[in-house]
């Protein structure tokens, strides 16, 4: 295999048409702000995980298997981990009392909004790994971390948090003014508007400068949340998936691919969250095994080689299987109604 992959012209060129024709159909079919069916979600849900398939059989043809298993590697853990944001997304939507329609286009925005943010993230963290290799172990104390965090939060039990209270939330109140509710799913509305719905209502009332020429609403606070969310899980699948490979196309096209098959997933999820009761635990495993697989791999760059290598091969084994035994674990041994309940 090459040393580097690098940023070869041909397959940016496939990856961005690609992505760009699909969110156009893929706009195209949602036109509407009706709440999708389980039935259509698991279609569309298919049909990303095809997309990321089909980019992945053009890797392996194209180049070799080798670079097409880290892409796919990357790809299933961002896939993996995005369960756990789309769980906050669910409290979020909860919080705001979002209606289905109008959470698909909010996700909407808010993943054309992860896929900036991504890139920069990918950009400045493989920037950093290749500028030193010890910042393989910070990146591995970070994925440890988040497995960490992921089962003190289990053993806890927290309720649900209040995001409308969200830090992000009082920021934009301090910023801009608020309407206090929803409005055709709008985000913002004018004065006019605003004007007209006071009109008669003296429950409602404006918050922040009232002698704005528009104000946020509702809808526009739950976007805020649900960005500032995924800005911070971040922080964690990016350093994930640069353990699995530190080029930046492939760990971009990884997470763009996993990112943009999220609305769908989201519905679908909300539907089975119930029956995959184990599916976090692998996932806490499949963490630790990240942060040992980075650490290793700085430690034989910087302090000695440990003759240790986990290849692209085995690492898309071993993520895969960890993943299958969370979900036939799930499968057999199901959590009774009750169970982790006083």
Request: glycine share 8%; charged share 15%.
């Amino acid at each position: 295999m090459e040393h580097h992959f690098g940023y070869p012209f041909h397959v940016i060129l496939v990856f961005f048409v690609t992505v760009g024709l699909a969110v156009y159909v893929d706009l195209r079919a949602h036109r509407s702000s009706t709440e999708i069916g389980l039935k259509d979600a698991a279609l569309w849900s298919v049909f990303w995980i095809g997309l990321a398939l089909a980019f992945y059989g053009y890797l392996w043809v194209g180049y070799n298997k080798e670079w097409a298993d880290l892409y796919l590697t990357g790809y299933v853990l961002e896939k993996t981990l995005s369960v756990d944001n789309l769980m906050v997304f669910i409290a979020i939507f909860s919080s705001f009392a979002i209606s289905g329609g109008l959470q698909h286009r909010i996700l909407y925005w808010g993943i054309l909004g992860a896929l900036i943010f991504r890139a920069i993230f990918v950009l400045a963290g493989t920037s950093l790994f290749l500028a030193s290799a010890w910042v393989g172990f910070l990146f591995a104390a970070v994925v440890a971390w988040s497995a960490w965090k992921m089962m003190t939060a289990r053993e806890e039990e927290e309720e649900i948090a209040d995001y409308t209270d969200h830090w992000s939330v009082r920021i934009a109140k301090r910023v801009l003014p608020i309407f206090p509710r929803m409005h055709a799913g709008r985000f913002f509305i004018t004065r006019k508007v605003a004007e007209e719905l006071l009109d008669g209502d003296s429950t409602l009332q404006l918050h922040g400068r009232t002698w704005a020429s528009f104000f946020a609403t509702p809808a526009f606070l739950c976007l805020l949340a649900i960005e500032t969310s995924d800005i911070m899980f971040a922080f964690d699948s990016v350093p994930a998936v640069i353990a699995v490979t530190q080029e930046p196309l492939l760990v971009y096209a990884a997470m763009i691919f996993a990112i943009l098959g999220l609305r769908s997933l989201y519905f679908v999820l909300a539907a089975l969250t119930r029956y995959l009761v184990h599916l976090e635990k692998a996932v806490i495993v499949l963490l630790y095994f990240i942060a040992a697989k980075l650490a290793l791999q700085s430690w034989n760059h910087t302090i000695g080689d440990t003759g240790i290598d986990i290849g692209a091969g085995l690492s898309l084994g071993i993520v895969l299987g960890i993943l299958a035994l969370g979900v036939i674990a799930s499968l057999v041994f199901p959590e009774r109604e009750g169970d982790g309940k006083e």
